[in-house]
């Protein structure tokens, strides 16, 4: 019996001013830079249509550059065809052969790739035993629910141990349980062998959970590069607050600057946070709704408009003299009731100042 293993050959990728343009004025992707360190799952995230697969593709050579370079490890890898690039795509869609068995579809490939019959027996076994399908080696496709069917694709473009391997929502097709397990499968699998991911998601939960490194595009460009958390905590501006999670975008005056610290106004509330280098003036506070108080504390007015128990916590709706607010609170002892009014602050790892719209 041949023992083999999958091993890692994770390269990192780089993108220096890469654009594409489809015929003469769809701009798909517009000047960007990015690197995408070696052993990281990065991900795509954003609406439809700003670009992601566009991305994803030009790094599998699937699409061309119209302008820039694209580097995997230290090679210039713009111009080369997909065939000649060490990278691996799983689609949406799985895209397995349906009359070939499992273990068929998982070496065929390798076959490609000129490994003997043998190894790519060997290999694709133990590529089914690391996605979880050991002893499914016969089956055929349709004989498979759908989530195993993803993890056959996945285990397929595992084993040509590419140096960056990419996914492009390959959750889409699977209810939302299989959904979780799927991606948890995912990411175990990326870091126990360390390789770099490109990973492209519309659903910001599931970027969030997944990824080192969240890319949020708008508009065939990028709009911020951070960590979950950092994207969390610290969203650049109106967009990215509410891409990733919800967030209370409340408009308000910035009345003093001094050293790294904003004192703002929201009504006759005044709070003092991180100025994140905006000037006095009209500006925005994004605030998550956990992240809210509500009753006796120092604050602006509000009517709480609907109060709902949902087990583990309240939710409020309140109407405010801008604008209607969600917050959501532990307290479930003391429910705020419909109609009375509140005060509103906020915590002290509140809110974060963003520039007005
Ligand atoms: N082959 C093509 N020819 C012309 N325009 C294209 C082509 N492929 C993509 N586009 C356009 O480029 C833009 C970006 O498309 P892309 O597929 O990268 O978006 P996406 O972010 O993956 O969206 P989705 O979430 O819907 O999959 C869109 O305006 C799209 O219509
Ligand atoms: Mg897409």
Redo the contacts with the bound molecule.
Sequence with gaps: MVQMKISNKAAPVNFVGVSKV??RN?V??DDINLTVEAGKLVTLL??????????L?MIAGL?MVTSGQILIGDKDVTKLPATDRDVSMVFQSYALFPHMSVLENVSYGLGFSGFPKPEARARAVAGLELVGLKGYDGRLPSELSGGQQQRVAVARALVLEPQVLLF??PLSNLDAKLRRQVREDIRAIQQDLGLTVVY?T?DQEEALAVSDEIVV?RD?RIAQVGTPRELYDAPVDSFVADFIGEANLIPCEVVAIVGDTAEVAVDNYRYRLASRGLPTGPAQLAVRPARIMLGECEGFDATIAKATYVGVRMEYSLQTSFGSIFAVLDDVAHPLKANSRVKVGFKQTGPVLIPPN
């Design positions: 489809f015929g769809v798909a992707v954003g609406p439809s249509g700003c670009g992601k697969t566009t991305t593709r699409e492009d929502e492209v519309h595009m065939a």
